[in-house]
């Protein structure tokens, strides 16, 4: 759980810097807290979805889900 979380935060802090934002920004634009940035982008494993999806939704990033056989 702790290396898909790290993987969510990378994908958001590349994105983040590929688009020029800063964190303040990202977060004034997703309406979540800086904090919650920092967290998300340092793999945070507990952090809220709904958060989540509002930044992953202004990086113009998708979250999808996959099955395990």
Known sequence: MEETAAKL???ARLQRRSLGLRQEELADLAGVS???????EHGKPTVRLD??????AVL???LGATTRT
């Open 34 to 40: 800086i904090r919650f940035i920092h967290s998300l």
């Open 51 to 56: 958060k989540v999806l509002a930044v992953y």
């Open 9 to 11: 935060g990378i994908a």
């Open 60 to 62: 113009g990033l998708e």
